[in-house]
Antibody
Framework: QVQLQQWGAGLLKPSETLSLTCAVY????????WTWIRQSPGKGLEWIGE???????NYNPSLKSRVTISVDTSKNQFSLEVRSVTAADTAVYFC??????????????????WGQGTLVTVSS | SSELTQDPAVSVALGQTVRITCQGD??????ASWYQQKPGQAPILVIF???NRPSGIPDRFSGSNSGSRASLTITGAQAEDEADYYC????????????FGGGTKLTVL
């Protein structure tokens, strides 16, 4: 059974750097996109970005200038860094496993396993 | 870029059938995936691909797709189905981007 376990600081001051790490237990680490998603209080899901095992990353254009996602294949872990945080970055952050399916007839992408979520609060 | 649009709220009587819809240009190329989220919990995948359910998801959940619209249908809604539902796909105008719908709050009456 695949499990994603995430951790990181939950309280930050404005201008600080948010850092979260997600460890993957079970399953293949090489066949997926490892993803960060966040949810502001009372709001919907927002995709932050993703990375594959070789380190190729994609980011939400609205966050790209402040975000770095990295991977450590030796530990089956991936990490999120968001620089210069403000109150608008207050959210529950989730890590998730992404699956890209491309066949002759079908294209689809889905997240089948999620971390437990980490509430990050930015406050002075 | 391409966005996904969902109705903010839908209600259904207990035991009846409800359809939750998701609209967006990306769905002309990609099948939507659907997630259920209850308060304080991580989302759970309920439908992916053409109409696939992960292990453990009841068969009252089904998915369908037509043009730029995807639908999640719950046949015989139960009280425990009350939750937020989100659709999701890759952006067909930018493969390197992923998009979510704004979510639909389902109330079971």
């Amino acid at each position: 059974q695949v499990q994603l376990q995430q951790w990181g600081a939950g309280l930050l001051k404005p201008s600080e750097t948010l850092s979260l790490t997600c460890a993957v237990y079970g399953g293949s680490f090489t066949d997926h996109y490892w993803t960060w998603i966040r949810q502001s209080p009372g709001k919907g899901l927002e995709w932050i970005g993703e990375i594959n095992h070789s380190g190729s990353a994609n980011y939400n254009p609205s966050l790209k200038s402040r975000v770095t996602i990295s991977v450590d294949t030796s530990k089956n872990q991936f990490s999120l860094e968001v620089r210069s945080v403000t109150a608008a970055d207050t959210a529950v952050y989730f890590c998730a496993r992404g699956n890209d399916i491309v066949t002759t007839y079908d294209l689809y992408y889905y997240f089948d396993f999620w971390g437990q979520g980490t509430l990050v609060t930015v406050s002075s | 870029s391409s966005e996904l649009t969902q109705d903010p709220a839908v209600s259904v009587a207990l035991g009846q059938t409800v359809r939750i819809t998701c609209q967006g240009d990306s769905l002309r190329s990609y099948y939507a995936s659907w997630y259920q989220q209850k308060p304080g919990q991580a989302p759970i995948l309920v439908i992916f691909g053409k109409n696939n359910r992960p292990s453990g998801i009841p068969d009252r959940f089904s998915g369908s797709n037509s043009g730029s619209r995807a639908s999640l249908t719950i046949t015989g809604a139960q009280a425990e189905d009350e939750a937020d539902y989100y659709c999701h796909s890759r952006d067909n105008s930018d493969y390197h981007r992923v998009v979510f719908g704004g979510g639909t709050k389902l109330t079971v009456l």
